[in-house]
């Protein structure tokens, strides 16, 4: 009777999704968790995306601490589920790997909580030229991720080229304003900060004076949050540039809900610093559609100017307004482009072996919405009927799509949680087989040859933490975070 027994639950993922799930579901059911991480460190976009000037939204990481300590959960980090291919991107030789359904055999539920490990592409031509860049390639540099960018030096080199003055970001959501931000902020504040050492070496030596934050629509449907723009607005000796409020934002700002007013009205006040006294400036460029990019002349390999068409918005007002083509090309001169138009899942690469649904048009894994994995099953009379799959749940951006903060990531792991326990306790779902195949990691790591890897537990994090902060202490700052995986496990010797 499995209700006598613990719920024996595997995490794939160490982000804000797989432990707020993990924290749910250990703490409405007895359940032994083990959560599995591709990296050596835990946290996912906690460590890695969120930027570095924003430590208050990692205290979230203290929860994830507490979850840790129970003795009910169990850290198998720098182990990758599915197949090598994140190891590789990490570059990471000593990184293991285990196949899902090896994993699968010895749980009741298996949570995908793996988020989005890549980024939406443009379409356009040029999207290759150097200078363009992915901005979940410049923010993973910035924050240390392993391996993120390929070869960091070409965006050292690129910061440093006395012509690159001007930068465009494509994209007007949050993440497009913290790569304006870090590219806009004085450097000795990002120093405070756990940004890489790299990274403020390379930023520290930017002649980036000047930055076009684009999009397609216009200020009421923009998707950046007030307290974004606002720390633009605040930056000292930073200007912002005008944009046509006359046609884009409605006559009387204050008749609009309440939150839609005191953003455009944040949007509207502009800069602290007058544009003739700043030193940089930004600038909101909206109704502009990418088209392509090009360099000084046909031979050349490096972005010099961007070129966009005008859009036009079937009501400016609406923010779910459509946008519609004009025709009309604009020209901007830019050195450097990051395209900020979101980040995308992908399927683990064994799921076609066990028939997991994946939704590649809008990256993610089919679900019932509450976290219910769901597939095809093909039912007596021939007919196909959707249903979930016994055992298999998701959370987070892999289930909802890259989109939304860490409060909304909780929401929705709480979700997958209630929907775990829920069925756990009615023996709706949860895969078939006897008790003693929920061995946990321990029947995983004795089917499968790990000899390669070096597996860090929580306690090895714990050292590898605090090395990290004792580095950054002597640097002034909270911590100065490894960079490379060798280097993350040479702590642990
Ligand atoms: P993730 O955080 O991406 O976690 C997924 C984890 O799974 C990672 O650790 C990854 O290494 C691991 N993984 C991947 N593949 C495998 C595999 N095959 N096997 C094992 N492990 C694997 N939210 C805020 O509230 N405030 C902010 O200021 C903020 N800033 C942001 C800035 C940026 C640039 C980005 C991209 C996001 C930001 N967010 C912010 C949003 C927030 O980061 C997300 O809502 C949240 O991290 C999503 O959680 P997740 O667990 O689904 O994914």
């Known amino acids: 009777d499995a209700s006598r027994r613990p719920l024996r639950m595997a995490v794939i993922g160490s982000g804000p999704a797989g432990f707020y799930t993990a924290y749910r579901v250990m703490a409405k059911t007895a359940a032994r968790v083990d959560m599995y991480e591709a990296l050596p460190v835990p946290f996912g976009l906690v460590r890695f995306g969120v930027a570095p000037d924003h430590p208050e939204v990692k205290n979230c990481q203290e929860k994830f601490e507490e979850v840790a300590q129970s003795p009910d959960f169990c850290f198998v980090g720098n182990m990758a589920v599915g197949d090598a291919s994140s190891n590789r991107a990490a570059h990471n030789p000593h990184g293991g790997h285990v196949p899902l359904a090896a994993l699968a055999r010895h749980y009741d539920a298996v949570v995908f909580a793996y988020g989005a490990s890549r980024d939406r592409k443009l379409g356009v031509p040029g999207e290759d030229l150097g200078g363009v860049y992915a901005a979940r390639d410049f923010v993973g540099w910035y924050n240390g991720l392993p391996g993120s960018g390929g070869d960091s030096s070409r965006i050292v080199a690129d910061l440093a080229r006395a012509d690159s003055d001007t930068a465009v970001v494509i994209g007007q959501g949050n993440v497009a304003l913290d790569v304006a931000r870090m590219l806009l902020e004085h450097v000795d504040v990002l120093r405070k900060t756990d940004m890489s050492e790299e990274a403020l070496e390379a930023l520290s030596r930017s002649h980036v004076t000047r930055v076009h934050v684009v999009g397609r629509r216009g200020p009421m449907q923009a998707a950046f949050t007030i307290k974004e723009v606002r720390e633009l607005m605040k930056l000292p000796g930073v200007g912002l540039h005008g944009f046509d409020q006359a046609t884009l934002l409605p006559p009387k700002l204050k008749d609009l809900p309440r939150a839609q007013r005191r953003l455009m009205e944040v949007v509207v006040k502009g800069s602290m610093t007058p544009l003739k006294e700043a030193r940089k400036s930004w600038s909101l460029d909206f109704c502009l559609a990418p088209k392509q990019f090009s360099a000084s002349d046909a031979a050349g390999d490096r972005v010099a100017t961007a070129t966009f068409e005008k859009t036009r918005l079937t009501d400016p007002f609406d923010s779910n307004a459509q946008v519609e083509h004009t025709g009309e090309l604009v020209d901007v001169p830019a050195q450097l482009v990051f395209r900020s138009i979101g980040y995308r899942s992908k399927a683990l690469a064994d799921f076609?072996?066990?028939?997991?649904?994946?939704?590649?048009?809008?990256?993610?894994?089919?679900?019932?919405?509450?976290?219910?994995?769901?597939?095809?099953?093909?039912?007596?009379?021939?007919?196909?009927?959707?249903?979930?799959?016994?055992?298999?749940?998701?959370?987070?951006?892999?289930?909802?799509?890259?989109?939304?903060?860490?409060?909304?990531?909780?929401?929705?792991?709480?979700?997958?949680?209630?929907?775990?326990?829920?069925?756990?306790?009615?023996?709706?779902?949860?895969?078939?087989?006897?008790?003693?195949?929920?061995?946990?990691?321990?029947?995983?790591?004795?089917?499968?040859?790990?000899?390669?890897?070096?597996?860090?537990?929580?306690?090895?994090?714990?050292?590898?933490?605090?090395?990290?902060?004792?580095?950054?202490?002597?640097?002034?700052?909270?911590?100065?975070?490894?960079?490379?995986?060798?280097?993350?496990?040479?702590?642990?010797?």
């Open 352 to 493: 076609d072996d066990l028939g997991i649904p994946f939704d590649d048009r809008r990256g993610l894994i089919l679900n019932d919405g509450l976290g219910r994995v769901l597939r095809d099953v093909r039912s007596p009379d021939a007919s196909m009927t959707t249903q979930p799959y016994p055992g298999f749940y998701c959370a987070g951006w892999v289930k909802r799509g890259p989109t939304g903060v860490i409060a909304s990531t909780m929401e929705d792991a709480f979700t997958t949680a209630d929907a775990i326990v829920g069925d756990w306790q009615s023996q709706a779902h949860f895969l078939a087989g006897s008790e003693e195949a929920r061995a946990g990691w321990d029947g995983v790591r004795a089917e499968v040859d790990t000899a390669g890897a070096k597996v860090v537990s929580w306690a090895d994090w714990q050292k590898i933490d605090r090395v990290e902060m004792d580095r950054g202490q002597q640097l002034g700052k909270p911590r100065s975070k490894f960079t490379r995986t060798e280097d993350m496990l040479a702590v642990l010797g």
